[in-house]
């Protein structure tokens, strides 16, 4: 059985950094990305990376703010935010795909798995 567990979501003021982890189980996987979703709004692409040769590719929104990282120990992807803004205010999901895929990182129709979900409120 295949799952995903986001952590590390919370409240944060503007300017503060925060790391969310997503530990996967259950087996490999070819990437995992970060995507986001705030209230009223569509599901947008975050970061992701593919596992193989640790290849990334990242929103323009958060470009040169926001790292994604691995750690194939703990088979644990994670999410690094620095100069976090309000707009960032959104439930961040982890998703993981089952096979190598020719759709790009930033395409949410190559994943197969998503986690649940967790917070990260940025007030002003």
């Known amino acids: 059985q295949v799952q995903l567990v986001e952590s590390g979501g919370g409240l944060v003021q503007a300017g503060d950094s925060l790391r969310l982890s997503c530990a996967a189980s259950?087996?490999?996987?070819?990437?995992m990305g970060w995507f986001r979703q705030a209230p009223g709004k569509e599901r947008e692409f975050v970061g992701a990376i593919r596992w193989i040769d640790g290849n990334t590719d990242y929103a323009n929104s958060i470009k040169g703010r926001f790292t994604v990282s691995t750690d194939s120990a703990k088979n644990t992807v994670y999410l690094q935010m620095t100069s976090l803004k309000p707009e960032d205010t959104a439930v961040y999901y982890c998703?993981?795909?089952?096979?190598?895929?020719?759709?790009?990182?930033?395409?949410?129709?190559?994943?197969?798995?998503w986690g649940q979900g967790t917070q990260v409120t940025v007030s002003s």
């Open positions: 998703a993981a795909d089952r096979y190598i895929s020719t759709r790009p990182l930033s395409d949410y129709r190559r994943y197969d798995y």
């Open positions: 259950g087996r490999t996987f070819s990437a």
